[in-house]
């Protein structure tokens, strides 16, 4: 199902979005049935501002380098900053290493990789947050 621009995103307003769901859960019930949890709505969301950002130019399914690095920032600003990812150097090496095809565009597939790799850093780095916490609790410092 394509969204009304024809950029290919997925449906971003809540009666597609059901219509999906449904139709992908094998529903026969209406519309009314079906409630997104915050993760599939979290899902939409990573896939319409995808879509988004490569309409801005050029090939609607792909991002250049420029945006993906509006997309990261306008985003995701704290969690960057949090990685201590915010230099544009780190976007470039993403964008770069992301680029299986060297086509200098990010699919949906390559850009899955970039988010991928965001999550991991993030998740290690919230790891060694707990970490230190129950070390100060428990007097291990």
Do not use: W
């Amino acid at each position: 199902m394509q969204d009304p621009a024809g950029t290919g995103a997925a449906p971003a307003d809540p009666e597609a979005r059901t219509a999906l769901g449904a139709a992908s859960a094998g529903s026969n019930r209406g519309p009314a049935a079906v409630t997104h949890t915050p993760v599939e709505e979290s899902l939409f969301q990573i896939i319409r501002s995808y879509h988004q950002y490569a309409a801005r130019g050029g090939d609607v399914e792909t991002l250049t380098l420029e945006q993906l690095k509006a997309l990261l920032m306008d985003n995701v600003p704290r969690f960057m900053e949090s990685l201590g990812r915010k230099e544009p150097y780190f976007i470039s090496e993403l964008f770069r290493a992301a680029d299986k095809d060297k086509d200098n565009q990010i699919s949906f597939d390559e850009f899955l990789d970039i988010l991928g790799r965001l999550l991991r850093d993030y998740h290690l780095q919230y790891h060694r947050r707990l970490c230190a916490r129950y070390c100060a609790q428990h007097g291990l410092y």
